[in-house]
C-alpha cells in the first residue's frame, strides 16, 4: 500500500460526530467525484464494474445515513464552521487527492475536472494558512502543495493525525540525510581542495630546485620548501611545527605564497 493510499484509508476509517459535517464531508464527494446521491446508493452496480473504491464507500456510507444537504454541493453554506471545512477537505481529498511518498518528495494534489472547484479547495485551505496553487495539467485543474510543513498541517487538518505522524518521521529522517550529505560533499570538497593546493606547491618548489635551488632562496623560505617536500600531505597547521621555531598557520601560508609568486615568475 502506497503512502498515499495509507491516508486515504485512514481518512475513511475516521467518523464524524456531527451531521453538518457529515453533509460537508459527503458534498466534498458528491462534487469532485461527480456523482450523485443515488449514483452513490447504487453499491451493487459500483461492486460489480469494480469502481467501489474508498470515496465511493465512504459517500455510500453516509448517504445511508439519509443527510440531506438541501442545497448545492457546492455552496458555501455547508462549510461554513471550522470543522466541516476540515471535513470537506477530507472528502475531497479521498475523491480526487493523492500525495507522493514522503521519503521521494514533497507533494499533495487534488486532480479536479472544473476551475471553480479547484479554486475552492485553495480557498479552504487557505483558511487554515495553507498556500497552495493551481496548475493546469491535460484536462485537469490540479491544486497541490509542496511545502513539507504544509502537508503536515494538512494532514492533521483533514482528520489523519497516524500519517502526519508517519509524514513527520519521514520528513525528519530525508532533512537529516540531506544534511549529512551536505556536510560530506562540503568536506570531500574542502579535502579536494587542500589536496590540489599542496599538490600546486609540492609543484612550485620542484621547479625553484630544478631552476635555481633551494639554498638560493632567504632561510625561512628555503626551511618551508624543504618541509613542504618532506610532507607533502601534511596541513598547514603541521606544516608550522615541523618548522624550528613553530609558526603559525597564516606564516605557513604567507611563505608558501611567496613560494608560489617565485614559480610563477620562473615560468614567465
Known amino acids: 500500500m502506497s503512502f498515499s493510499e495509507e491516508v486515504k484509508q485512514e481518512l475513511f476509517d475516521h467518523r464524524e460526530k456531527h451531521a453538518h ?12 467525484k461527480g456523482k ?12 460489480e464494474t469494480g469502481e467501489l473504491d474508498l470515496c465511493l464507500q465512504k459517500g455510500f456510507t453516509l448517504a445511508q ?17 471550522d470543522c466541516c471545512k476540515r471535513a470537506f477537505l477530507r472528502g ?28 475552492i479547495l485553495i480557498d479552504e485551505m487557505s483558511f487554515f494558512g495553507i498556500d497552495a496553487r493551481m496548475t493546469l495539467r491535460k484536462r485537469y485543474f490540479v491544486v497541490y502543495v509542496k ?7 494538512l494532514l492533521s ?27 560530506v560533499n562540503c568536506e570531500t ?3 579536494a581542495k587542500t589536496v590540489n593546493a599542496a599538490s600546486k606547491q609540492v609543484q612550485d618548489i620542484q621547479l625553484i630546485e ?41 606564516g605557513v601560508n604567507h611563505r608558501l605564497r611567496k613560494l608560489g609568486e617565485i614559480a610563477s615568475k620562473l615560468r614567465e
Open 21 to 32: 459535517c457529515e453533509v460537508a464531508e459527503l458534498a466534498a464527494i458528491l462534487l469532485y
Open 147 to 153: 511545502e513539507g510543513a504544509a502537508i503536515s498541517d
Open 36 to 47: 450523485t446521491i443515488g449514483e452513490v446508493l447504487k453499491k451493487s452496480e459500483l461492486m
Open 92 to 119: 475531497a481529498f479521498l475523491a480526487v487527492g493523492s500525495m507522493s511518498n514522503p521519503e521521494k518528495g514533497y507533494h499533495l494534489e487534488f486532480a479536479c475536472n472544473e476551475k471553480v472547484h479547484a479554486q
Open 65 to 81: 445515513k439519509n443527510i440531506k444537504i438541501g442545497t448545492s454541493v457546492a455552496s458555501p453554506q455547508i462549510r461554513e464552521r
Open 157 to 183: 487538518i483533514m482528520g489523519a493525525p497516524v500519517s502526519m505522524m508517519s509524514f513527520e518521521n519521514d520528513r525528519i529522517l530525508r532533512d537529516v540525510r540531506n544534511s549529512v550529505n551536505r556536510k
Open 189 to 191: 570538497a574542502n579535502l
Open 210 to 250: 630544478e631552476t635555481i635551488g633551494l639554498e638560493e632562496l632567504p632561510t625561512s623560505l628555503q626551511e618551508m620548501a624543504e618541509v613542504r617536500l618532506a610532507y607533502p600531505d601534511a596541513t598547514l597547521t603541521e606544516l608550522g611545527n615541523y618548522l624550528d621555531p613553530p609558526v603559525g598557520k597564516s
